[in-house]
């Protein structure tokens, strides 16, 4: 069974830092992972995904990931934190093309000025 | 890139009555429609999936008798909620697929059930 895990509820950055937003993940076969955005009582705003080719994905708004296959992770960073960047982050993973997406439990992301 | 319209937005209805809330994708056909639930500060659980013509597949737990899920067509897919109890207030997100990598997701309903 395929599942996602986001070990940090929340995480806590000041604004012009550097971010990061961590994801692990457990699949069979080659892993098809996403990072998404939520802000409140609203859905959700895709940022990036990794599918195949190189590691480092660049995704919207600034931010990227990076997919470690050894480590089974999938990382969320951007350099410089925003105080529009504080938001719930959600990773998700699927097996193969057309299936549902599993998410994680989601990360809070607060940005202090 | 490909839309996905979900309505209403948000809902209140009374304890007892049945509510549908409709998914279109807009500029594409979905082959597959998911629906998930999302409680607050929580994550998204997938309660169904859905392909056009045939019966949804419901996640263990969920009640196919009160979340009845419809996919007439390739752009339409609806879940009502059927004698909702406040139990039932939460937030629902649909998501279409056309068979590739991608995922489109809904604005997302809020639903009270009062």
């Known amino acids: 069974a395929q599942s996602v895990a986001q070990p940090e509820d929340q995480v806590n950055v000041a604004e012009g830092n550097p971010l990061t937003v961590k994801c692990t993940y457990s699949?069979?076969?080659?892993?098809?992972l996403f990072w998404y955005v939520q802000y409140p009582n609203r859905g959700l705003q895709f940022l990036l995904k990794?599918?195949?080719?190189?590691?480092l994905v660049k995704g919207s708004y600034g931010f990227e990931a990076e997919f470690n296959k050894s480590q089974t992770s999938f990382h969320l960073k951007k350099p410089s934190a925003l105080v529009s960047d504080s938001a719930l982050y959600f990773c998700a993973v699927r097996d193969q093309a057309g299936t549902a997406l599993i998410f994680g439990k989601g990360t809070t992301l607060s940005v202090s000025s | 890139g490909a839309v996905v319209s979900q309505h209403p937005s948000r809902v209140i209805c009374k304890s007892g009555t049945s509510v549908k809330i409709e998914c279109r994708s807009l500029d594409f056909q979905a082959t597959t429609m998911f629906w998930y639930r999302q409680f607050p500060k929580q994550s998204l659980m997938l309660m169904a999936t859905?392909?056009?013509?045939?019966?949804?597949?419901?996640e263990q737990g969920v009640e196919k008798d009160k979340f009845l899920i419809n996919h007439a067509s390739l752009t339409l897919s609806t879940l009502t909620v059927t004698s909702a109890h406040p139990e039932d207030s939460s937030f629902y997100i649909c998501?279409?697929?056309?068979?590739?990598?991608?995922?489109?997701f809904g604005q997302g309903t809020r639903l009270t059930v009062v």
């Open positions: 998501s279409a697929s056309r068979g590739t990598t991608e995922a489109f």
């Open positions: 699949v069979s076969g080659n892993p098809y």
């Open positions: 990794y599918i195949t080719g190189d590691n």
């Open positions: 859905s392909n056009e013509g045939s019966k949804a597949t419901y």
